[in-house]
């Protein structure tokens, strides 16, 4: 038996590994990341936006960046819900490294104007934390 | 007897007219087709939150998280009832039978809240407010002209969530066209908020003993929101391709319809073509005969 691991989101499967044995998946938690390995507890977690990466037994690794959802954990069995999921082949890092520092720059402005963490000031961190994730996904990719 | 020139101009109209109805008809089945894939593709994820959901509220109570507060339908109360319309026109009875539905559903309920608010989403559902004249509507057009996105779905789902929680509206409900095959539909008003019932009492004991991370009121507080999202997406979905199998089966009885009517005019056209040449002749030979007279 091996594990099992799919990302669902609200309009498709993103990624289903099917019959390719997965060693390790490794999960952006609310407190960290998680290393999932087969035979973990039961375990239902919400996910922050970050990276996924799916080990296979191969040695190969199959990046995701996802942003926000959460994850149903079983003994053989990991189900990733997310409202977003973007395979680090599909992601442009030029594009994403503009998006991060558009962000970047809008949230300091944001910040510059009152000091409160108002609701756009949120919106500005969440796309900041989106960028980020996905700049990160897509290096990571390319340099392994 | 008709004209041969009025009817030959006639045939050529309804030819026409069948063409475009046989052109929307392919291009009804092939939106119809992308339709049906989006519902099968939302599918699963709809699933999970639907088990997910149920393993948490198998071990909660009502109490636990303000969208599960139930509020005695006796009691009144403002309810909101969000009706799915289409954009677009020439689709049969899709939008008139699901706003019959939604009067009934208003006639029925006229004692049971104190008001009924009404969120209609799609331009074809704009003369029927006018004509029925409710107070406090919302109007959406063209939300989901270029196809349902779960983004549409999510705002919306919010906005509902968000009245729910700040005591705008006690019950929520939704009115759509239920899609059960490219001809049959069916209209639905289903309940949104409160989410009534969820768990089944035998969920199983590996998800009992499972951890919650980061304990279980916060993980409700996270999917609760999302298994109303993902009950407006699903029905959005539903809308979008009922329209479509409506629009096909429309025009495709516009289209025999204007086949039938081609052959009867064709008919009516050769009799005509028929009596006038027969007229002629007799013409001929009797001015002839009275010649030789």
């Keep these: 038996m091996s594990l099992k691991v799919e990302i669902i989101t609200p309009e498709a499967i993103a990624y289903a590994s099917g019959d390719s044995p997965i060693e390790e998946v490794v999960l952006p938690g609310l407190n960290g990341e998680l290393g999932i390995l087969e035979g973990h507890l039961p375990l239902m977690t919400t996910l922050r936006s970050g990276r996924v990466v799916i080990r296979h037994k191969d040695g190969k690794a199959t990046r995701f960046a996802i942003h926000g959802g959460f994850a149903q954990i079983m003994p053989a069995e990991v189900n990733i819900l997310t409202d977003e999921a973007e395979s680090a082949d599909a992601i442009d890092p030029d594009r994403a490294r503009a998006a991060l520092e558009a962000a970047e720059k809008k949230l300091q402005e944001e910040m510059g104007r009152d000091h409160v963490e108002d609701d756009a000031a949120k919106l500005h961190r969440a796309a900041l934390d989106r960028a980020r994730a996905r700049l990160f996904v897509a290096e990571e990719d390319k340099n392994s | ?293």
């Design chain 2, 1 to 293: 007897m008709a004209n041969l020139k009025d009817i030959r101009k006639r045939i050529r109209t309804v030819k026409n007219t069948q063409k475009i109805t046989s052109a929307m008809k392919m291009v009804a089945a092939a939106k119809l087709n992308r339709a049906k894939d989006a519902i099968t593709r939302a599918r699963p994820y709809g699933q999970k939150i639907d088990e997910v959901t149920s393993q948490l509220g198998a071990l909660v109570d009502e109490d636990a998280h303000p969208l599960l507060r139930q509020h005695d339908e006796a009691e009144g109360g403002t309810a909101l009832l969000v009706v799915l319309t289409s954009d677009r026109g020439l689709c049969g009875g899709f939008n008139a039978t699901l706003l019959r539905r939604v009067d009934s559903f208003r006639k029925h309920h006229a004692k049971t809240f104190d008001a009924l608010h009404l969120k209609v989403i799609g331009k074809k559902g704009r003369d029927w407010i006018r004509r029925s004249e409710p107070e406090h509507v919302k109007y959406h057009p063209d939300l989901l002209i270029g196809g349902v996105s779960f983004a549409i779905a999510k705002e919306i789902a919010q906005e509902l969530i968000q009245g729910f929680t700040d005591g705008t509206y006690d019950h929520v409900y939704i009115a759509y066209n239920e899609f059960k095959s490219a001809i049959t539909q069916e209209q639905r008003v289903d309940r949104l908020l409160p989410i009534g019932q969820v768990g089944d009492e035998d969920a199983s004991d590996d998800n009992r003993e499972a951890i919650f991370e980061p304990g279980r009121d916060a993980l409700l507080e996270v999917i609760l929101p999302k298994y109303i999202e993902v009950l407006v997406h699903q029905a959005m979905l539903d809308s979008v391709a009922s329209e479509q199998g409506s629009r096909m089966t429309a025009m495709d009885n516009a289209t025999n319809n204007a086949k039938d009517m081609i052959a009867s005019l064709t008919l009516k056209y050769n009799r005509a073509r028929q009596a006038a040449i027969t007229r002629e002749l007799v013409e001929i030979t009797s001015g002839a005969e009275a010649l030789h007279g």
